[in-house]
């Protein structure tokens, strides 16, 4: 029996021992609410970006955008989570800081022609337009894909541009028009996870923030491009045809070379928008963008 208890005051000695030694060794871990939330430590040898990423793929709630997003925040948000003490990670504030930064309003009439999108004005995530058709045009693929559609008023407009253009020898193909939300937020998720947010925003948009949503843009290309959306575009002859066309048929090249910090945007030589001959002349005239056209400036001025 005696025996026995003094075996028991040994044990409990060592447990008592080996507690404290541990909560010692805790101390200087920065990732401190993985350990806790876990229950096991985190192994020395990997690095904090890794740590950041298991934190976040072990709650299912949050999406994967968010992931890149926290891994490119600085030490300060490592900081601030080993501080916190929180049993869970907590990447919405980070995308609570760029609504806020960005200021971001929801479109109320998506369906109107003059219609601006951008990194700071969103469509609402059910608008799909009522009046989706295919134009009468080549393209670079032949599946029957959401992406062939248009808006009624844009498609009859692109016909007619296709249609001088074959009349000018110049050879163009349709190669992505309507987008729905969905297919955006799979494309800019993607992007996101090869590049990072920051860069994935320059090409391509937020969901809701792609002007494909609307059914007024088409992105076009050529052969001597290998059908692709790439910058050359805007150096061959098909390119440079439509930068000097496409006005006459109601289109802008949306996003131009040297106005990124306007439009938020890289330059897509390639990438069409409806907005009627009016004010695709006027545009076109006074080489000026959408965002320049209605006088809109973004409030985040770190925008591109
Ligand atoms: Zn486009």
Same mark, same amino acid.
């Given at each position: 029996?005696?025996?026995?208890?003094?075996?028991?005051?040994?044990?409990?000695?060592?447990?008592?021992?080996?507690?404290?030694?541990?909560?010692?060794?805790?101390?200087?871990?920065?990732?401190?609410?993985?350990?806790?939330?876990?229950?096991?430590? +985190?192994? /020395?040898?990997?690095? &904090?970006?890794?740590?950041?990423?298991?934190? @976040? !793929?072990?709650?299912? $709630? %949050?999406?994967?955008?968010?992931?890149?997003?926290?891994?490119?925040?600085?030490?300060?948000?490592?900081?601030?989570?080993?501080?916190?003490?929180?049993?869970?990670?907590?990447?919405? +504030?980070? /995308?609570?800081?760029? &609504?806020?930064?960005?200021?971001?309003?929801? @479109? !109320?009439?998506?369906? $109107? %022609?003059?219609?601006?999108?951008?990194?700071?004005?969103?469509?609402?995530?059910?608008?799909?337009?009522?009046?989706?058709?295919?134009?009468?045009?080549?393209?670079?693929?032949?599946?029957?894909?959401?992406?062939?559609?248009?808006?009624?008023?844009?498609?009859?407009?692109? !016909?007619?541009?296709?249609?001088?253009?074959?009349?000018?020898?110049?050879?163009?193909?349709?190669?992505?028009?309507?987008?729905?939300?969905?297919?955006?937020?799979?494309?800019?998720?993607?992007?996101?996870?090869?590049?990072?947010?920051?860069?994935?925003?320059?090409?391509?948009?937020?969901?809701?923030?792609?002007?494909?949503?609307?059914?007024?843009?088409?992105?076009?290309?050529?052969?001597?491009?290998?059908?692709?959306?790439?910058?050359?575009?805007?150096?061959?002859?098909?390119?440079?045809?439509?930068?000097?066309?496409?006005?006459?048929?109601?289109?802008?090249?949306?996003?131009?070379?040297?106005?990124?910090?306007?439009?938020?945007?890289?330059?897509?030589?390639?990438?069409?928008?409806?907005?009627?001959?009016?004010?695709?002349?006027?545009?076109?005239?006074?080489?000026?963008?959408?965002?320049?056209?209605?006088?809109?400036?973004?409030?985040?001025?770190?925008?591109?």
């Amino acid at each position: 029996m005696k025996k026995g208890r003094i075996l028991l005051v040994v044990i409990l000695l060592i447990f008592v021992i080996v507690g404290t030694v541990r909560m010692y060794l805790k101390q200087p871990v920065q990732a401190e609410g993985y350990e806790e939330a876990h229950g096991n430590e +985190v192994e /020395d040898s990997i690095d &904090e970006d890794l740590k950041e990423v298991d934190i @976040i !793929e072990e709650d299912s $709630d %949050i999406e994967e955008e968010d992931i890149i997003v926290v891994i490119e925040e600085t030490q300060e948000t490592e900081i601030n989570e080993g501080n916190n003490n929180s049993n869970t990670a907590t990447p919405p +504030v980070v /995308d609570n800081n760029t &609504e806020v930064k960005r200021n971001i309003v929801t @479109i !109320e009439d998506p369906q $109107d %022609i003059l219609v601006l999108v951008n990194k700071e004005r969103t469509l609402p995530s059910d608008y799909v337009p009522s009046d989706l058709v295919i134009p009468n045009i080549s393209f670079s693929f032949s599946e029957d894909l959401p992406k062939k559609y248009m808006r009624k008023i844009a498609a009859d407009a692109l !016909e007619d541009l296709f249609k001088e253009a074959t009349n000018n020898n110049i050879e163009l193909f349709a190669v992505s028009g309507y987008r729905a939300y969905s297919t955006q937020k799979s494309i800019f998720e993607a992007n996101v996870k090869r590049q990072g947010e920051r860069e994935a925003n320059k090409t391509s948009a937020f969901p809701g923030q792609s002007e494909h949503q609307t059914g007024l843009a088409m992105d076009v290309s050529s052969r001597s491009v290998g059908l692709g959306l790439k910058p050359e575009f805007g150096d061959v002859k098909e390119g440079i045809w439509l930068k000097e066309n496409a006005h006459r048929f109601g289109f802008i090249i949306r996003y131009p070379k040297g106005k990124e910090h306007l439009t938020g945007y890289s330059y897509e030589p390639w990438h069409l928008r409806y907005v009627g001959k009016e004010v695709a002349e006027i545009i076109s005239a006074s080489d000026i963008t959408l965002e320049e056209y209605f006088k809109f400036e973004y409030t985040n001025k770190d925008i591109y």
